[in-house]
């Protein structure tokens, strides 16, 4: 960035939906993380979506200090329709999405800005990676360091990168170009993925570039809406037969792997829930895309139950150790170039993101023909009976 440029860039004004539902206990850190951004030029727009806490009061406390503010009181509608209504009151040419309990790192805004403004109009947004973060800031582990860049709609609907709705910022053609969020998943009675629905409509007519660093912090508490796991699963497996719907011509190869990736999160969370009958039929599908990756979910299974067993028995036997507390750090501590360390899961292979980048360049289905007979098995996709979400 030249000394020309820095001026000119730190006038662009960015808009900054932030959704808030009974946001009360976490609200404060979320908008004094968007106070202390490094850029300045802000529409901070806060919709209100019916909240019978102390939401109101905490937005208006801090509109009285900061004239960038404007607050938006509606009906509770969900988090998608909140979403729409700042958008629509919104005038700048970029807009970021930040919900109402995660927070952001001051430079979060400014370095968005400056990976997706130089690009040419094809490239419609921007994403950044998260750290979690507990109740009281602490960050407890980072989120996946999976990312990618350009086309990358076969990729994002297999590995789902941004991973949260608050690491997200679009140009305005974008809201031009596919509308807002969906805000039926909600009236369904199945929201809760709303910002990955978003996020591959706009795949599905823009580059989209990445800032790979931990700018985000995403709040892991018993009250958000991530919380609901019967839910959560249930959205994304709509979300992703929606998304396969629109798009006739993905490769089988694709599809079978997007329908495998998302059994696979829909069967961790209902195992969780200890739902059995809905976890053996994401298993089932699983295991009609991919039966090694589906007998490796067995043996787990199998294993950890041993495992805790065991572990029973010894208890009897020893004391167990006080666990040692994790010397944990603030997220505005962290340094951002601090790199990211969430790992590889065995089907999140370098071979198949490598594979499924040469569908997103090419889009030509042979890309990945080579690599069929190890993971998934395509040619029965096509068969396959998905269930009612």
């Known amino acids: 960035m030249t000394e020309m440029e820095m001026p000119t860039k730190s006038r662009i004004q960015v808009a900054v939906i932030i959704p808030a539902y009974n946001a009360s206990p976490y609200l404060a850190h979320t908008l004094q993380s968007v106070s202390d951004q490094t850029h300045k030029a802000l529409e901070i727009i806060i919709v209100d979506d019916g909240s019978t806490d102390e939401t109101a009061s905490i937005c208006r406390r801090f509109a009285a200090s900061d004239s960038r503010i404007r607050i938006l009181s509606t009906e509770n509608r969900g988090?998608?329709?909140?979403?729409?209504?700042?958008?629509?009151?919104?005038?700048?040419?970029?807009?970021?999405?930040?919900?109402?309990?995660?927070?952001?790192?001051p430079t979060y805004v400014e370095r968005m800005l400056a990976a997706l403004h130089p690009l040419p109009d094809a490239w419609g947004a921007v994403y950044a990676l998260h750290r979690f973060i507990d109740t009281e800031g602490y960050c407890t582990r980072s989120g996946s360091s999976l990312n990618a860049r350009d086309s990358i709609l076969n990729r994002h609907l297999v590995f789902r990168f941004v991973g949260n709705g608050s690491g997200f910022m679009v140009r305005r053609a974008v809201i031009d170009k596919i509308g807002g969020y969906d805000s039926s998943?909600?009236?369904?009675?199945?929201?809760?993925?709303?910002?990955?629905?978003?996020?591959?409509?706009?795949?599905?007519?823009?580059?989209?570039?990445?800032?790979?660093?931990?700018?985000?912090?995403?709040?892991?508490?018993?009250?958000?809406?991530?919380?609901?796991?019967?839910?959560?699963?249930?959205?994304?497996?709509a979300v992703t037969e929606q998304c396969i719907a629109r798009?006739?011509?993905?490769?089988?190869?694709?599809?079978?792997?997007?329908?495998?990736?998302?059994?696979?999160?829909?069967?961790?969370?209902?195992?969780?829930?200890?739902?059995?009958?809905?976890?053996?039929?994401?298993?089932?599908?699983?295991?009609?895309?991919?039966?090694?990756?589906?007998?490796?979910?067995?043996?787990?299974?199998?294993?950890?139950?041993?495992?805790?067993?065991?572990?029973?028995?010894?208890?009897?036997?020893?004391?167990?150790?006080e666990q040692k507390q994790k010397n944990l750090r603030k997220f505005e501590e962290m340094d951002p170039l601090l790199p990211l360390v969430g790992g590889w899961s065995r089907f999140r292979t370098k071979t198949l993101l490598s594979r499924l980048s040469e569908i997103d360049r090419s889009g030509k289905r042979s890309a990945a023909t080579s690599f069929l007979g190890r993971y998934v098995a395509p040619e029965r996709s096509s068969t396959v009976k998905h269930p009612k979400v």
């Open 185 to 237: 998943y909600a009236r369904k009675g199945i929201g809760g993925c709303e910002d990955f629905d978003f996020e591959l409509r706009t795949a599905e007519h823009f580059k989209i570039e990445t800032v790979p660093l931990g700018l985000v912090g995403y709040r892991s508490h018993s009250a958000a809406m991530s919380s609901n796991r019967s839910r959560m699963a249930r959205s994304l497996l």
């Open 79 to 105: 988090v998608a329709a909140a979403r729409n209504t700042g958008i629509e009151a919104s005038k700048s040419a970029y807009i970021a999405f930040l919900d109402a309990d995660d927070i952001w790192h």
């Open 247 to 321: 798009n006739p011509q993905l490769p089988a190869f694709v599809v079978s792997c997007a329908r495998a990736s998302a059994h696979l999160y829909a069967f961790s969370k209902f195992a969780a829930l200890k739902d059995w009958s809905s976890a053996a039929t994401s298993l089932k599908h699983i295991y009609h895309h991919s039966p090694m990756l589906a007998s490796g979910i067995l043996a787990r299974l199998l294993f950890s139950k041993a495992d805790r067993a065991i572990r029973r028995a010894l208890s009897k036997v020893w004391p167990a150790r």
